[in-house]
């Protein structure tokens, strides 16, 4: 094949880039290029007109020059001139010039697209493609006005070359990228579609990726891809290594097509076709059956290439995550791989399987691996293996596995690389927390990350530390005991002190009674590392002090004396000394009693997501692996944050809870009336909120317990939602309902449309309507982001029985959601019989590549099928004494939670379904209510009535109808709601 | 599957060609031509041909002259994690480098961190396949004194960031095509 000598063409170029290497210094070379600036520029101001290929050769000088880093002002218009050259050569030089170098001087852009537009019109496929690859390389917006009609017709035609195909198909996809509104969709697309089918494996290979881009905007438009790209797929796969001839690489058939056509299939759920779906399984069974055949190479390129193709196939199989069998095999293969000697290959099957780990499917499979996985991290020369190493043992972990995985974690972060230890203490921290058993083991755990690597340890983790030993009281006396012995060692990072402070100024008193850690010895410990420490640290510790003055009134003299000190009153930062002078007089002034009460042990923090999870998510931004968002695969651990009460509220939705300063949220046990005297310290005791109580930590004022909760969660992810844990790993795979899913079907009990559920990421809108036993509900799926949702799967489940008892039919709802987006999703319901537990709603995507799910209860209880009764009063009576059963009366006394508002109670009997019955209660305060439940096997006649009671702001509900379990419920259900 | 672009260095951190598929400015460039050079040149055959870094994307705004080329997508290039406020600039972008050495040039290709690695790190080999093939045993010099050829070859094989041709034998037959004409 004939070679292309050096510089072959310009000889005058070549001696100016020989000119240029021999320079020996900079400035030679800068000397050399101001020359050859003059010339030129002489050259094309001078009188004598320049023929082709001189005006070619010094704009390729000048090209030259400005990508050697040189600012370039002229030059433009011989570049354009050489646009309208007709050969070849010339053409080209022009063109590229312009694609480097291109500016915004739009009387230049109008020459250049005139001269695209000829060369779009020659025919001749060399200009086309010349004008086509500008167009492409600039992507600008002028240029999409100018051209994004005429490109689709090119692509599409008949007659177009195969070479111009290839790159119009690519020009488009640009300039639909960069411009999407230019680019019209029209009766082009589905002829777009059909070049999956072209016999030129090029075109194919450049249309799919158009076709990838195209669908995510419209996957309905380009639905017809699917069965095409299998079709294409399954040629290639099954083809002999040698039947593509020119598209075979290395012995492997269209490497780079196959890894194409599988990523568009990852565009789309699975086929809904059989046939389809059956021929796509077959394909990704014979790459995996390939993968074990002996290599046809012994070259690394055929494995290589071979291995694109497998990994792509393994990532469309996860993408489904419907097929066990495929999942597992997947899983083996990569397990192979983890020994392979090509530290690529460990490196990749680290990484996928690490999103296997998330599928239930394929997590055992996953962590029979572990050992290899921990060697990995221990022996990997790359750190980025080693990361991947540490984040799949992070995705395989759980309840079996953890205490192995934690050890090995702090093990590794000893010796580990600086740029991953926050990582790995992050998530040493959560797993810690998440599977703990027993206490005292978390504990050990996070004073050991301190130890190994305080340095690394936020305050995130400390505060975690703190807020879940304060919340349980059988692991505190463990943790001062703790503190106080790693207090001991001569040198210990700051961060204990803080921790080691802030646990024996609140639990110290658990370990008094040990001579060894007395009270005078607990606070000279903690007090020979005071003056090491920084202001924050010292501050934290003066309030340990005056913590230690209420435990141990013994120890009051020595610290009284400690605050008294000049370098305490008198230190030069104020909120030290403020600290010194408000202790010193709270505890000169104050009784004993108003110091218990001042400083009563810190009340349990409210629980919500892990702080430490929410940064390492804002660490590993949306992007990161679904490793992060756990929970699923863990059927053994219902409570994500590790199982601290009160309630394991995994989900940041406004609740009560998510008060800054949680007080109100959880009140001390005790709430103690504020005596009178002490208010003008520097406790604000306020007349609705509990006392509040000096914190140990830097500002007493500000932020009593906002400390160690550090403010709502900035990031977006921060505030997901997690994926609520599995109530039983059987194959629907649903999650418990959200803590709050009660409280949020309460509100629709009595009304039917409304927001049944929002978060960050999602809006959840629900509106209703039931007739006789039959009912509509649509439900609005709103994408508050700005970024698609995929795989948006949206599923009705029928707990336990409810199957029997109601039927829901649903229909599916488009896989993406587009940012900003919402999507309706109609469901029509029937009530069979009576039922006690609603439907379960589960709701499962993808967002920025992390699995999102969340179960919610479908509002639908058995009132709405209520139809409304009227009755004379004669009549009321009647039924009521026929109705004389015990069983058939269920009755409830309850307190008031809203105002006690007759027409506000109407308005919700009458939403509850009831007829009002006026003129029967010789009360008038009174409330009776008739009606029939509807449902298909039976009707249940229900009567009530409620006895509201103002001065007792309580209310008295009867309901007696002729079904036990119905007369309960909706007893139960009615009275929550006044 | 979306090539962000394409660098040709030397050992000593010579561009030979620079090829971009995003709008960067020229600051942008420079500088992720010495943050490649930086991490590709300490690798050894012990390492993995891939890089991550994380690239965090910032709305500049950008109250400029309309540009010609309107900004597809702003990126700026941090290695290290990004430290500052997370708050005004949400969303974070992924890249990662795949590279292949040959004798003292450094192939790389830079990709969406979710691109297929082993994909891109042969779609290098078989650009230098062509390469070594047009040029009849290409050495580093080709490179130089050939610059805008090598532009040629790479539009034939890639375009738009995307993989364009992957037949040797087709690109060869239009290359020696386009040489043949004047």
């Known amino acids: 094949m004939p070679a292309v000598s050096k510089g072959d063409g310009m000889r005058g170029l070549a001696v100016f880039i020989s000119d240029i290497r021999n320079c020996k210094s900079k400035e030679a070379e800068i000397k050399r290029i101001n020359k050859e600036l003059a010339n030129i520029r002489s050259k094309f101001k001078g009188d004598k007109a320049l023929d082709g290929y001189s005006k070619k050769k010094y704009v390729c000088k000048l090209l030259f020059i400005f990508l050697l880093g040189h600012d370039i002002d002229f030059g433009h218009m011989e570049a354009v001139n050489l646009l309208s050259s007709n050969k070849y050569t010339e053409k080209q030089i022009g063109y590229l010039f312009i694609s480097v170098l291109v500016n915004s001087n739009s009387e230049l852009i109008r020459l250049i697209n005139n001269a695209i537009k000829n060369d779009l019109a020659s025919r001749n496929p060399t200009f086309m493609c010349l004008a086509l690859h500008c167009i492409a390389n600039v992507g600008s917006r002028e240029m999409g006005e100018a051209f994004a009609a005429d490109i689709p017709r090119i692509l599409v035609a008949g007659d177009s070359m195969d070479s111009v195909k290839q790159s119009a198909a690519l020009c488009l996809l640009r300039l639909y990228k960069a411009s999407p509104d230019l680019v019209p969709m029209g009766e082009w697309t589905a002829r777009v579609v059909h070049l999956l089918n072209d016999q030129h494996m090029g075109v194919v290979t450049a249309a799919v990726s158009l076709i990838t881009c195209l669908c995510k905007k419209n996957p309905d438009d380009f639905k017809t891809c699917i069965s095409l790209a299998v079709s294409r797929l399954s040629r290639i796969v099954s083809s002999a290594s040698t039947d593509l001839q020119d598209y075979t690489y290395y012995f492997v058939p269209a490497p780079w097509l196959s890894v194409k056509l599988l990523r568009l299939l990852q565009c789309y759920p699975p086929p809904e076709d059989a046939a389809v779906k059956g021929r796509l399984v077959e394909c990704l069974e014979t790459v995996l059956n390939k993968a074990q055949e002996p290599p046809k190479s012994k070259k690394v390129q055929h494995s290589n290439a071979k291995n694109a193709i497998l990994f792509e196939t393994i990532s469309l199989i996860i993408h489904y995550d419907s097929e066990p069998n495929l999942l597992v095999r997947a899983c083996n293969q990569l397990g192979q791989f983890l020994q392979h000697r090509e530290t690529n290959l460990r490196y990749l099957a680290l990484e996928s399987m690490c999103t296997l780990a998330s599928s239930e499917f394929s997590h055992e499979a996953v962590k029979t691996h572990i050992d290899t996985v921990i060697n990995a991290l221990k022996t990997e020369r790359d750190v980025s293996v080693r990361q991947r190493a540490a984040d799949l043992l992070y995705a395989m972990c759980d309840r079996s596995n953890a205490k192995q995985i934690v050890s090995e974690m702090l093990r590794y972060l000893e010796t580990a690389d600086y740029a991953i230890r926050e990582e790995i203490v992050l998530k040493v921290a959560i797993l810690a927390e998440k599977y703990a058993v027993d206490y005292s083991w978390y504990v050990d755990t996070i004073l050991n990350l301190i130890r190994i690597a305080g340095d690394y340890v936020s305050e995130e983790v400390w505060y975690r530390v703190l807020q879940i030993v304060t919340n349980r009281d059988d692991v505190q006396g463990y943790a001062a005991k703790t503190v106080f012995e790693a207090l001991q060692a001569p040198a210990c990072h700051e961060n204990m002190v803080k921790v080691g402070g802030y646990i024996l100024g609140e639990f110290g008193n658990l370990i008094a009674g040990d001579p060894r850690s007395s009270p005078p010895v607990q606070f000279s410990l903690l007090h020979s590392k005071f003056h090491l420490c920084s202001v924050a640290t010292r501050a934290l510790l003066l309030s340990t002090y005056i913590k230690f003055i209420n435990l141990f009134p013994e120890t009051k003299a020595t610290i009284q004396g400690v605050l008294r000190a000049g370098s305490q009153l008198r230190n030069a930062d104020v909120e030290l000394q403020q600290r010194a002078v408000e202790y010193l007089t709270l505890s000169s002034v104050a009784s004993t009693d108003v110091l218990a009460t001042v400083l009563e042990e810190m009340p349990p923090f409210p629980e919500r997501e892990s702080s430490i999870l929410a940064k390492l998510k804002r660490k590993k931004g949306p992007g990161a692996a679904s490793a992060l968002d756990d929970g699923r695969r863990d059927p053994s651990s219902s409570d994500i944050n590790g199982g601290v009460e009160p309630t394991p509220s995994t989900v940041s939705t406004p609740s009560p809870s998510a008060d800054l300063l949680g007080l109100r949220a959880a009140p001390p046990p005790a709430a103690p009336q504020a005596p009178s005297g002490a208010g003008n310290l520097l406790v604000d005791v306020s007349s609705d909120g509990p006392v509040a109580q000096p914190s140990l930590g830097p500002t007493p004022e500000e932020a009593f317990l906002s400390e160690l909760e550090p403010p709502a969660p900035e990031s977006p992810m921060a505030l997901l939602a997690d994926p609520a844990p599995v109530a039983d790993p059987g194959p629907e795979d649903i999650g418990l309902p959200i803590p709050e899913a009660d409280e949020l079907l309460n509100k629709f009990v009595c009304k039917n449309n409304g927001v049944l559920f929002e978060n960050q990421l999602l809006q959840i809108g629900v509106k209703s309507e039931f007739r006789q036993n039959l009912g509509r509900m649509y439900l609005f799926y709103g994408n508050k982001t700005s970024v698609q949702f995929q795989n948006f799967t949206p599923t009705v489940v029928h707990p336990g029985d409810l199957q029997t008892q109601l039927a829901v039919q649903t229909k599916r709802v488009a896989a993406q959601v587009d940012g900003g987006a919402q999507v309706q999703q109609v469901l029509n319901i029937e009530c069979l019989r009576d039922f006690l537990m609603p439907p379960l709603l589960s709701v499962r995507f993808r967002y920025g590549g992390a699995p999102q799910s969340l179960t919610l209860k479908l509002p639908v209880t058995i009132n709405k099928f209520f139809q409304p009764t009227e009755m004379a009063a004669q009549d009321f009576f009647q039924r009521w004494k026929q109705l004389s059963l015990p069983q058939q009366e269920a009755q409830k006394i309850f307190k008031a939670n809203h105002p006690m508002d007759a027409e506000v109670t109407k308005a919700k009997l009458l939403g509850f379904g009831s007829a009002l019955l006026d003129n029967v209660d010789p009360n008038p305060e009174n409330f009776v209510g008739a009606g029939i439940i509807q449902t298909k096997a039976l009707q249940v006649g229900c009567l009530l009535r409620l006895e509201p009671n103002a001065q007792a702001q309580m209310y008295r509900l009867t309901l007696r109808t002729s079904k036990e379990s119905v007369s309960r419920h909706l007893c139960e259900l009615l009275a929550q709601q006044f | ?182």
């Open chain 2, 1 to 182: 599957m979306e090539i962000r672009f394409i660098l040709i260095q030397n050992r000593a951190g010579k561009t030979r060609l620079a090829k971009w598929y995003m709008q960067f400015d020229d600051d942008e460039k420079q500088k992720l031509i010495e943050e490649v050079h930086a991490v590709v040149t300490v690798r050894d055959a012990k390492h993995t041909n891939f890089v991550e870094g994380q690239a965090r994307s910032r709305d500049h705004e950008r109250n400029e002259e309309p540009n010609v080329l309107a900004p597809l997508c702003p990126a700026r290039w941090v290695w290290a994690y990004p430290v500052t406020d997370s708050l005004s600039a949400p969303q974070f972008r992924n890249f990662k480098i795949i590279y292949r050495r040959y004798a003292g040039l450094y192939f790389c290709i830079c990709v969406d961190v979710n691109d297929n690695n082993l994909a891109y790190l042969e779609a290098i080999h078989n650009f230098v396949e062509v390469l070594n093939e047009y040029f009849h045993n290409v050495c580093e010099l080709d490179l130089v004194f050939n610059f805008y050829k090598v532009y040629t070859v790479v539009d034939e094989m890639f375009l738009a960031g995307e993989i364009r041709e992957t037949s040797q034998t087709k690109v060869l037959k239009q290359l020696l095509m386009l040489q043949s004409l004047e």
